[in-house]
């Protein structure tokens, strides 16, 4: 009777905890790379910006969350955009009418991209409306945050000044 | 939460011309949760004025709703509603029982978001001169499976007190000293949303209801053949039970159309312990033309078979131990043509708020009764013979709607 | 192999039975949303809303309510838009 509690516990132990040492084993997957059409025409890619904290925030004009959070994106980056900080706003709308007459009002100073066909929101599994990524100077994944609620950017801000110190 | 009307309605016929069943059931405040879990609903106003008119009566009034976050997990929502009912219902008039003007009701609610749970709770109290009903509810709002799921589960409770109307030796109208009665009733509700494709989502809701008490209508009266007396029928008292449960479950899908335009249908099934058993089917389109109009047009078939202590007309005196003749608890076919239009517009010196709207909206609402007739023309038919009751009427609703 | 060892060996493959499809619950979630939240802007649109002037359904409710027999199950819940 006792060892088989003993062997049950073991094993529900190691259950419980695999996922846990899998996490923190290595979470730092390099981002994958991508190149999209920005505002304005021209191409853009990730790889240009190696060397920079890079926060990507996928976005869309019919997402309230998003658009409350897009004004403080706008002052984060003017804050840290001379200290190697780049912020690229990806939009995920197939048609991206309703988003460029969204920005005539909402003046934004960093790129927005248009992932039309869905190809880099699949690349990188937006799992929530907003998704907001940072990727180090390696160009290693570091934070992953799902949706947005009044607050959070203080949560962007510290990982940003962390990552810029490394 | 959306708050449905609670308290007693006036509509159907004045005084209390409607069952008091079913001025509990509106006493009961049905609460309405949209999927609230995971965002909290806009900050908005609507003032309406509504217009019921058919049957011989006609019952307007205004309806104001407001909706206020406060900080960013809290939203708040108050609504004031009010029936001013004019003219004498076929009911009031076969019994020649006094009504009065107006019923007010007021309702307060709270819904607090937390992750991806909405906890709602709201208060509903309804009040006019013969009935007062009060009415509380709690729901719990959850999101899940990657948000493509929401599940709502509700409970409300509600309280009434009962009153009848008489009129004074002097001529006005006041309550009868000698009738004071109650009503409670219990509601369990669960509420799914599913999103099946893009352009698809499921909705199903059920509920459970219990009343006890006082369910009946003091003003109400049944009928029996008596030959050779007054008009060949004789009035008598109804006799209610004094419980009631009832199941009902509805199917809602809706569907985007490529073009933009939204198309719905609906089921629900209804049955209850007094034996009632009821079919409602509808199908609505949603059709907005260029930036600022939005068309809405609707059809709803309702189908109900009769209750198993209603008769039109009794054969004769305490036929049986429950007996009743409010056309509410008929057979009868029900049919709903509706359209409505809002016209969109922005704020001036706001930005990008162009969802603010001027709406309007008519529908013609028919009821073909299979055993109810007009006993008011006994003397020229018969009675039991005379032509089955029709009603129709038309209901007309003007609205703003402001978002801030 | 004594009936000890054989009890032993009987009793972990057992536990090992329980434990592991526990693990494979504590990686998995649930089954993986099929429209992805980028995809969900139609029900963002108010005109794919369940409830979209509650005024206005709340009251033709109350209308029918009020004159019929049947009640309830008349409300339904909104699609998400998958924000937050």
């Known amino acids: ?166 | 939460m959306q708050l449905r009307a609670g308290g007693s309605g006036v509509h159907g016929g004045s005084g209390r011309a409607l069952s008091p069943f079913t001025r509990t059931l509106l006493a009961l405040g049905i609460a309405v949760a949209p999927a609230l879990a995971g965002v909290l609903p806009e900050d908005r106003a609507d003032v309406m004025w509504h217009v019921y008119k058919g049957g011989d009566i006609t019952i307007q009034g205004p309806s104001v709703l407001v909706r206020k976050k406060v900080g960013d997990n809290l939203s708040l929502s108050a609504n004031y509603y009010e029936d001013m009912i004019s003219s004498a219902s076929i009911d009031v008039k076969l019994s020649a029982s006094p009504y009065h003007e107006t019923r007010k009701q007021e309702s307060l609610a709270a819904d607090y978001l937390h992750g991806k749970s909405t906890y709602s709770a709201g208060f509903i109290t309804s009040k006019e001169p013969d009935y007062k009903a009060n009415t509380e509810y709690f729901a719990v709002s959850q999101d899940m499976f990657g948000d493509l799921t929401t599940l709502t589960l509700g409970y409300r409770r509600g309280w009434d007190q009962v009153y009848r109307d008489i009129k004074a030796p002097q001529g006005f109208i006041e309550n009868d000293p000698t009738f004071h009665e109650r009503a409670d009733h219990r509601g369990y509700s669960l509420s799914l949303s599913q999103i099946l494709t893009r352009n698809a989502i499921l909705g199903f809701n059920y509920e459970l209801l219990t009343d006890q008490g006082y369910l009946a209508n003091p003003y109400r009266k049944i009928r029996f053949l008596s030959p050779g007396q007054g008009a060949g029928f004789t009035l008598a008292d109804q006799v209610y039970p004094n419980t009631r449960t009832s199941s009902s479950a509805s199917v809602q899908l809706k569907y985007y159309l490529p073009y933009r335009a939204a198309l719905t249908g609906q089921y629900r099934f209804f049955h209850d312990t007094w034996g009632i058993t009821a079919h409602t089917a509808q199908i609505d389109y949603t059709h907005p033309v260029r930036k600022h109009l939005i068309l809405d047009g609707s059809f709803r078939y309702y189908h109900q078979g009769p209750a198993d202590f209603y008769s039109d007309l009794f054969p004769r005196a305490n036929y049986q131990n429950f007996m009743a003749r409010d056309r509410e608890l008929a057979a009868f076919n029900s049919y709903t043509v509706g359209a409505g239009a809002s016209w969109l517009f922005a704020m001036p010196f706001v930005p990008a708020l162009g969802k603010n709207s001027i709406n309007l909206r008519v529908d013609h609402l028919m009821i073909d009764y299979s055993d109810f007739r007009n006993a008011l023309l006994a003397g020229t038919y018969g009675a039991g013979n005379e032509p089955l009751y029709k009603l129709n009427a038309n209901i007309f609703q003007v609205f703003v709607s402001i978002w801030f | 192999m004594s009936v000890r060892v054989r009890v032993r060996v009987r009793l972990t493959v057992r536990a090992l039975l329980v434990a592991v499809p526990l693990a494979a619950l504590a990686g998995c979630a649930a089954p993986t949303p099929w429209v992805k939240p980028y995809e969900r802007e139609h029900f963002a649109d108010p005109i794919m809303s369940f409830n979209r002037d509650p005024v206005s359904s709340v009251y033709l409710d109350h209308v029918f309510e009020s004159r019929e027999g049947a009640r309830g199950a008349t409300g339904s819940v909104g699609g998400g838009c998958g924000c937050n």
């Open chain 1, 1 to 166: 009777m006792k060892s088989r509690i003993a062997t049950l516990a073991a094993a529900l132990a190691i259950a419980i905890a695999l996922p846990v040492l899998a996490d923190s084993a290595g979470g730092r997957t390099p981002a994958p790379q991508f190149t999209l059409t920005a505002r304005g025409g021209r191409d853009v890619s990730l790889a240009q910006y190696r060397g920079q904290v890079v926060m990507i925030n996928f976005w869309a004009s019919w997402c309230g969350p998003c658009r409350q959070e897009m004004p403080l994106l706008e002052s984060i980056y003017k804050r840290y955009n001379k200290l190697g900080f780049a912020l690229l706003g990806v939009n995920v709308e197939p048609d991206s009418k309703a988003a460029d007459e969204w920005l005539k009002d909402t003046r934004v100073s960093f790129p927005i991209l248009y992932d039309k066909d869905s190809k880099v929101s699949k690349l990188y599994e937006v799992a929530g409306m907003p998704c907001t990524v940072i990727i180090d100077r390696s160009g290693k994944l570091r934070v992953l945050h799902r949706g947005y609620k009044p607050g959070d950017e203080n949560e962007y801000l510290d990982s940003i000044r962390s990552l810029i110190r490394e």
